[in-house]
């Protein structure tokens, strides 16, 4: 019956990609096995990433179990469609419980979904991340395969308010791109270091979301006032340094050391590992 539902969620989602004209392009679908258990950490620039992680998993035969915000069980019917989807309620506040429901459904060879920046990012760069993956991968043994994901925040994603204090509405314009690439497995030993696994994490999705940036299809025109696109690379969204205030980032995450601008940030408060 739960999958029954996510596949007719699935129909839902495909017709909106339909509706909305947006032109998806896939690369590395082939590192993502047909069966078995997986760990996929994307990262996170628009509300439209698990539509499209989703998306792309479907051509494999996946249904992705994907640990999201608990807050979305609070509203009536999604909460109820989430749970029989197998979807996992993460509380930042009590983070155990996530971490043994996403433990459980890799040992039962499902595949599974992280966005380890746990929020979506105001600079479009990868911003700090949660060590949850690095955990999982450790104590389960399960490879871990990066996702990059770019062109659906210029759908719907985060930024500045406008002179009224109204947030960023979706922008329907069809034919968007979007571009989804799924990097080579990462195998995590069981004595492996969280801290240095994140920051290799992190460094690995730098490399394949500026891979994706840097398209010619994803460029700025000249002149062009393009807030949809990192400043280091000719856009005007916020520089990192300036998204520290806008980005709400968990205490726990690890601080970056990769990306640009990285001695330039915060570092967040020192407490143990772990969610």
Known sequence: MGDQVYRTVNVLGNAAIRALGIDVHWSGLEHLPTDGPVLLA?????????VLVEHAARARGRLVRFMT??????????????????HVPVDRAAPA?????????????????????????????VR?????????????????????????????????PDARGRKP??????????????GEPVQVGPGADP?????????????????????????????????????HLGGHAPTRAEAVALDDVPRSA???TWGPDCDGLAAPPAIPAGW
């Open 42 to 50: 994307a990262t996170h620039a628009s509300f439209l990433d698990f």
């Open 69 to 86: 915000r608990h807050d979305v069980w609070d509203v009536p019917l999604v909460g109820t469609a989430m749970t029989r989807m197998r």
């Open 97 to 125: 419980g996530a971490y043994l429901a996403a433990r459980g459904l890799l040992r039962e060879g499902e595949a599974v979904g992280v966005f380890p920046e746990a929020g979506l990012s105001h600079s479009y760069t």
């Open 128 to 160: 700090p991340l949660m060590r949850g993956v690095a955990a999982l991968a450790r104590d389960t043994g399960v490879p871990v395969l990066p996702v990059a994901l770019w062109g659906a925040q210029r759908i719907w994603s985060v930024g500045l």
């Open 169 to 182: 509405r979706p922008d329907l314009t069809r034919g968007r791109r979007v571009d989804v690439a799924i």
């Open 195 to 231: 801290d240095a696994v994140t920051h290799d994490l992190g460094r690995r999705l730098t490399t394949m979301l500026e891979g994706l940036q840097l398209r010619p299809g994803h460029a700025p025109r000249p002149g062009e006032h393009a807030p949809w696109h990192p400043a």
């Open 254 to 256: 690890v601080r970056p």
